[in-house]
């Protein structure tokens, strides 16, 4: 953990780094910053085959690869690690599991937006629900742009996600369009408060994220009506995104030859 708080120290010394370059350009006031990670905590280990790891750093030292090689701390960069289940278990506290699943402690993450000229309630949480796919939309209304339906001939997908400028004004703002996930045949879509999420080969689970953000009360067999119309949602989702059933994907993950990936040299921590 010492490591990984080194590193979270880094990155923070780093995004102030910029902050400060805005502000000395004189553009800080109307810049949007946002900062936001793509999963919950990993709880994997490192094993020491562990895939598509390279086998030397640039200067050819060997890399020491897991967990529980105590050869060498996490740190250098020789070491190939993760910070695993315990400090996993910390960081996604009190959500359930971690990343690779669609519960919360999976897909929950932090958004963190910084516009001192377009926020009107600086310094403050909200709850209300942001994805990746709001991030387009809101620089195009800020920009005050339209997205095209077509260029130069060709039809441009319509956007899916939709504008936090109301939720950076102040106001309510709930998400009209469903959201979906899908991840190693672990499923979820979400429609306002209801989330429906289901681990591969199992049967969907229904949760109430308003009164139940920690996913400790299954109420998919007294709320039937609504996991079905939430399923079909989901359906109609993967067979537009061609999302593959789990079970026809292959079991082993390509390796890349060391040679390719003998470039650079890291300890993971996600």
């Known amino acids: 953990m010492a490591t990984y708080a080194a590193m979270v120290e880094?990155?923070?010394?780093?995004?102030?780094?910029?902050?400060?370059?805005?502000?000395q350009k004189g553009v800080e006031q109307n810049t949007l910053v946002i900062f936001f990670s793509d999963n919950g905590a990993c709880a994997e280990p490192i094993e020491p085959n562990w895939y598509n790891v390279p086998s030397r750093t640039r200067d050819g030292r060997p890399i020491a690869v897991g967990n529980?090689?105590?050869?060498?701390?996490?740190?250098?960069?020789?070491?190939?690690?993760?910070?695993?289940?315990?400090?996993?278990?910390?960081?996604?506290?009190?959500?359930?599991?971690?990343?690779?699943?669609?519960?919360?402690?999976g897909i929950a993450s932090p958004f963190i937006a910084r516009w001192p000229a377009g926020i009107k309630h600086s310094g403050t949480v909200s709850a209300q629900l942001a994805h990746v796919t709001d991030?387009?939309?809101?620089?195009?209304?800020?920009?005050?742009?339209?997205?095209?339906?077509?260029?130069?001939?060709?039809?441009?997908?319509?956007?899916?996600?939709?504008?936090?400028?109301?939720i950076f004004e102040g106001e309510k703002r709930p998400h009209p369009s469903p959201i979906f996930w899908e991840h190693e045949g672990n499923r979820a879509v979400r429609l306002q408060q209801w989330k429906?999420?289901?681990?591969?080969?199992?049967?969907?689970e229904l949760y109430d994220t308003m009164t139940d953000r920690t996913e400790q009360n299954?109420?998919?067999?007294?709320?039937?009506?609504?996991?079905?119309?939430?399923?079909?949602?989901?359906?109609?989702?993967?067979?537009?995104?061609?999302?593959l059933p789990f079970s026809q994907l292959p079991r082993e993950r390509p390796i890349i030859p060391t040679s390719v990936t003998n470039t650079a040299s890291q300890s993971v921590s996600k």
């Open 135 to 166: 991030i387009v939309p809101t620089l195009v209304e800020m920009a005050g742009a339209k997205h095209p339906n077509n260029y130069e001939g060709r039809s441009i997908q319509p956007l899916e996600g939709n504008s936090l400028i109301p």
């Open 68 to 105: 529980n090689n105590h050869s060498i701390f996490a740190g250098p960069d020789n070491a190939w690690q993760s910070y695993g289940l315990p400090w996993a278990n910390v960081s996604d506290t009190p959500f359930v599991l971690y990343k690779h699943f669609t519960h919360e402690g």
């Open 196 to 204: 429906l999420l289901a681990h591969q080969g199992h049967e969907w």
């Open 218 to 243: 299954n109420l998919a067999s007294t709320h039937t009506a609504k996991v079905k119309e939430m399923a079909a949602l989901y359906d109609a989702w993967a067979k537009r995104c061609n999302v």
């Open 10 to 23: 880094n990155l923070d010394n780093g995004v102030g780094d910029i902050l400060d370059a805005l502000k």
